[in-house]
């Protein structure tokens, strides 16, 4: 299994980014994706995750109206669309699949919200 996130930059507050998480080594358009984050300083947080076909998502409150989860599972991708970003928003993003009980992570990809 791996997990490969893109798409952290440096962004000014109200910003917008994408975040693409590409996976490999397993069937992945049979697993709910999850996309989390961690700040400096703090523990990992869901940020959002998607079910198998793209169907039912869910999100973090802090995050709500402002982040989208989604995916193409003919390119094996999960994607977060940020927009109206906060300085609070700057973390290390990464994606997870849970497969198999074993829950398997990208390396991350950094995210800075700052004028």
């Known amino acids: 299994v791996q997990l490969v996130e893109s798409g952290g930059n440096l962004v000014q507050p109200g910003g917008s980014l994408r975040l693409s998480c590409a996976a490999s080594?397993?069937?992945?358009?049979?697993?709910?994706m999850s996309w989390y984050r961690q700040a400096p300083g703090k523990e990992r947080e869901l940020v959002a995750d998607?079910?198998?076909?793209?169907?039912?998502?869910n999100y973090a409150d802090s995050v709500k109206g402002r982040f989208t989860i989604s995916r193409d599972n003919a390119k094996r991708t999960v994607y977060l669309q940020m927009s109206s970003l906060k300085p609070e928003d700057t973390a290390v993003y990464y994606c997870m699949c849970d497969v198999g009980g074993i829950h398997y992570w990208g390396k991350g990809t950094l995210v800075t919200v700052s004028s």
């Open positions: 998607i079910t198998s076909a793209g169907g039912s998502t």
């Open positions: 080594g397993f069937t992945f358009s049979i697993y709910r």
